[in-house]
């Protein structure tokens, strides 16, 4: 376990953009059979802000437990 909670939140933040693009790829490729396109705003924002509140509540928030 990363002690370090932001470096835990980063790793976090870009592994989820790699997996949402990476399942984007697959959906654009053998689904629906088009071409992959990269797009800045749907391809990187839209992850980072869901990682990022994702993320926010798994590894940032302090725990009132």
């Known amino acids: 376990m990363i ?6 939140f980063t790793i976090y933040m870009i592994v989820a953009l790699a997996v949402w693009n990476l ?11 088009s071409g992959y396109r990269f ?5 990187l924002g ?3 802000v869901v990682g990022g509140v994702v993320g ?3 590894f940032l928030r302090k725990n009132d437990d």
């Open 39 to 43: 797009g800045a705003g749907i391809d």
């Open 23 to 33: 399942l984007d790829y697959l959906y654009s490729t053998f689904i629906t059979h």
């Open 3 to 8: 002690k370090n909670k932001y470096a835990a």
């Open 56 to 58: 926010y509540f798994l």
């Open 46 to 48: 839209l992850p980072v």
